[in-house]
T-cell receptor, first 116, second 111 residues
Framework: SAVISQKPSRDICQRGTSLTIQCQVD?????MFWYRQQPGQSLTLIAT?????????ESGFVIDKFPISRPNLTFSTLTVSNMSPEDSSIYLC?????????????FGSGTRLTVV | DAKTTQPPSMDCAEGRAANLPCNHS???????VYWYRQIHSQGPQYIIH???NNETNEMASLIITEDRKSSTLILPHATLRDTAVYYC????????????FGKGTKLSVKP
């Protein structure tokens, strides 16, 4: 499986500021995804980031709030803009991989964001 | 919305088999059943998947009913490290972009 490095692992930020989360993969992957996990909740997909094209956002998520970059096949960033306490969550990146007989999904360990 | 229904929580004694049920009564013919788990403060981890047949790997076994409307994940000898939230996910085969997570089952393995 791909190995994903996500930075920072955690941060405490002031409301109104922005945080950029980095996701580095040890192999080239076509599809990368960003998820949000609010406290005590399950994972919700924010957007799909394919190299060379604009990210595709899920309902309820907009580019102005969560801009995403995907400059190459091993790296992506998610920015959480103009943060409020409601943005306090774990943010995870994920990649799709071709495995024997199926497509698998590997996740990073997440970025735990607290907005104060 | 997630296409699966799972009990919110289960307990299991250490060393015993943990049987986690999942209902997916609206599953389509081309959809697979995937299981992931999320140990506290970590990203989800792939466990196993199947289409029609029962499957076994080094982590677990997956039993899918003949009508494919439900399945059971079996951890044959649960350990304390298996304490986690287990997610049953139904998704089309092939590259389809993302996983839709339901609420999952919180499994607590007790000494």
């Amino acid at each position: 499986s791909a190995v994903i490095s996500q930075k920072p692992s955690r941060d405490i930020c002031q409301r109104g500021t922005s945080l950029t989360i980095q996701c580095q993969v040890d192999s080239q992957v076509t599809m990368m995804f960003w998820y949000r996990q609010q406290p005590g909740q399950s994972l919700t997909l924010i957007a799909t980031a394919n190299q060379g094209s604009e990210a595709t956002y899920e309902s309820g998520f907009v580019i102005d709030k969560f801009p995403i970059s995907r400059p190459n096949l091993t790296f992506s960033t998610l920015t959480v803009s103009n943060m409020s306490p409601e943005d306090s969550s774990i943010y995870l990146c994920s990649v799709e991989e071709v495995r024997v007989g199926h497509y698998g999904y590997t996740f990073g360990s997440g970025t735990r964001l607290t907005v104060v | 919305d997630a296409k699966t229904t799972q009990p919110p929580s289960m307990d299991c004694a250490e060393g015993r088999a943990a049987n986690l049920p999942c209902n997916h009564s609206t599953i389509s013919g081309n959809e697979y059943v995937y299981w992931y788990r999320q140990i506290h403060s970590q990203g989800p981890q792939y466990i196993i998947h199947g289409l029609k047949n029962n499957e076994t790997n080094e982590m677990a076994s997956l039993i899918i009913t003949e009508d494919r409307k439900s399945s059971t994940l079996i951890l044959p000898h649960a350990t304390l490290r298996d304490t986690a939230v287990y997610y049953c996910i139904v998704t089309p085969g092939g590259s389809q972009g993302n996983l839709i997570f339901g609420k999952g089952t919180k499994l607590s393995v007790k000494p």
